[in-house]
């Protein structure tokens, strides 16, 4: 599958080498463009490339935000991801690291509003990044891998980013809706940023 990456720093760049090793293609971008992911390309291989964040939105079946969320402007142009699988990783802290407050929605759902025909899937925002990098375990029966937990609106989009997930050696739990589900995913929950297996994840939703 091909997957374009918006955004190559922690996140990005870890989800990056991810995919690369479970055979996907990726194209990485950032905001200072792609001469500056030189040395990260060449360490995931021929199967990675740099480019644009609009070029490797284009690229992308599916795209990975990992972009500050306080700064729309990281964001591809909307017509490049219409009816493309989007998986927002981002979380809504402010400029001096709070979290800020959005009333009755939640920042995928704001997300949504900017991308407004993106496929867009909440998934990878509660697992720090070492935590990503190193606790895949594909040889795991699912529900003992960690969790990953996943928002959606949409059946097909979300079927296709936990089959990402569970390539990749973790175990997608499904939170609910981009409205409820995102909720539950957001900083400050009990979820977040909690390592717990598919099975405790399942336990600890039921018990919300
Ligand atoms: N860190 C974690 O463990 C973690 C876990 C889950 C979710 N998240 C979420 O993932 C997102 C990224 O976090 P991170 O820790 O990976 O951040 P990071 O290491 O600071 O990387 C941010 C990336 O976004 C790019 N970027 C910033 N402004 C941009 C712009 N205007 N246009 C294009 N690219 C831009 C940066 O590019 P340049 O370097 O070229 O500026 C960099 O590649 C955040 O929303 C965060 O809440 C983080």
Not at 159 to 188: C, M, N, W
Request: net charge negative.
């Amino acid at each position: 599958m091909k997957i374009g990456i918006i955004g190559a720093g922690n996140i990005g760049h870890t989800v990056a080498k991810l995919f690369v090793e479970a055979g996907h293609e990726v194209a990485l971008s950032n905001s200072r463009g792609p001469e500056s992911l030189k040395d990260i390309v060449a360490e995931l291989g021929p199967t990675a490339h740099a480019d644009t964040v609009d070029n490797a939105a284009a690229f992308g079946e599916v795209i990975l935000l990992a972009v500050p969320w306080n700064s729309p402007e990281a964001l591809p142009h909307s017509d490049l991801v219409a009816n493309k699988i989007v998986i927002d990783a981002m979380n809504p802290y402010g400029p001096n690291g709070q979290v800020l407050d959005l009333g009755d929605s939640t920042s995928s759902e704001e997300t949504a509003k900017r991308l407004p025909d993106a496929r867009l899937v909440k998934a990878f925002n509660t697992i720090w990044f070492k935590h990503l990098a190193e606790q895949g375990d594909i040889s795991k029966p699912e529900a003992q891998r960690r969790a990953i937990f996943v928002a959606s609106d949409d059946a097909g989009a979300k079927a296709i980013v936990s089959d990402l997930i569970r390539e990749i050696g973790f175990a997608p739990v499904y939170t609910g809706s981009l409205h409820e589900g995102g909720r539950k995913q957001q900083p400050d929950t009990p979820m977040y940023g909690k390592d717990l297996t598919a099975e405790e994840a399942q336990q600890a939703l039921s018990s919300l």
